[in-house]
């Protein structure tokens, strides 16, 4: 939550904090949208940054709001699914990246080759995505979004419903830690990164609550969504390996040193987990709402 959001919440309740927020989503996606000096690159990655944020905070309004918050989360997933033709391949460049941090079975020409191939897939991918008509698509999205907070009735949302929806987050979170990573497939780290993402971005509607702590959790969580995002982009460096795609020539060499690098990501994710998710759901819930009630007292 941005310094408006901050102000909103010292001199109104907590739903009024809430509205600051998504007004400030909102208003983040629209000066991407219209901000000439941004590449097409850029401006997908910073409005499906804040769609991403949208989503959360749409999640944790769909029980005090119901249909409309859930309607609008789902045209936000549909939205960012549109916007992401390049995102494999662009997954695949970072996967590269990562893989020079190991002992590297390319020469340096091979290397150039390989990202020149991914890079130009990307950038076919991406002339193809952000066309006019999704730009107004968006745009009319943002227009409803922005009617659509002035309307619903935020300000009488209290931090009870909030805390409880959170909690089903972080338990949803907590529930797909694989109790053997060695084991755990791309899809069940895909999954735990997608709701790690989620709950981190839940967690700072309610940063004001406890600034101390606010920093060091929001480190852990995006530390923890790093170490799986480098799984998930592994995974997908691996698919483009296969037989009849762009870097199949390579699959005998690049393997190995995939699996070395995902076993690496993999033990750092195991320890960042165990720490992050260390409560018991019902125990997160009465450590917010603690923090909450003792905020509260404060300003009596």
């Known amino acids: 939550m941005g310094a408006a959001g901050r102000e909103s919440e010292d001199s109104g309740g907590f739903g009024d904090g809430l509205a600051n927020a998504a007004r400030s989503i909102i208003a983040d996606a629209r000066q991407t949208l219209s901000e000439p000096e ?7 990655h910073d409005v499906r940054k804040a769609l991403k944020r949208w989503r959360a905070l749409m999640r944790l309004l769909t029980r005090p709001l119901g249909d409309q918050a859930e309607q609008m989360r789902i045209e936000a997933r549909e939205l960012m699914r549109t916007l992401s033709g390049a995102r494999d391949v662009q997954a695949a460049l970072d996967a590269l990246k990562d893989l020079r941090k190991s002992d590297s079975p390319f020469s340096p020409t091979s290397m150039a080759t390989i990202e020149a191939r991914l890079t130009r897939l990307r950038d076919e991918a991406e002339a193809a995505s952000l066309t006019p008509e999704l730009r107004e698509r968006l745009s009319r999205y943002l227009d409803f979004a922005a009617l659509s907070v002035e309307n619903w009735p935020l300000g009488t949302i209290d931090f009870d419903a909030i805390a409880n929806e959170l909690t089903v987050t972080y338990r949803r979170a907590r529930q797909l830690v694989p109790d053997d990573w060695t084991e755990a497939s791309a899809e069940d780290l895909h999954d735990l990164r997608r709701r790690v993402v989620e709950h981190r971005h839940q967690m700072e509607l309610v940063e004001p609550l406890w600034p101390r702590l606010a920093k060091v959790w ?6 923890l969504r790093d170490r799986l995002g480098a799984c998930q982009d592994l995974a997908v460096l691996t698919g483009f390996t296969a037989l009849h795609q762009p870097l199949a020539t390579w699959r005998s060499r690049i393997d190995p040193v995939i699996a ?6 993999i033990d750092t994710a195991k320890r960042v987990a165990s720490r992050l998710f260390a409560a018991k759901p019902k125990a997160f819930r009465r450590r917010i709402a603690a923090l909450w009630n003792t905020r509260a007292k404060k300003k009596i």
């Open 38 to 44: 941004l590449s097409d690159p850029e401006i997908i």
């Open 218 to 223: 929001g480190q852990e969580a995006q530390r």
């Open 260 to 265: 070395t690098r995902r076993a690496a990501h």
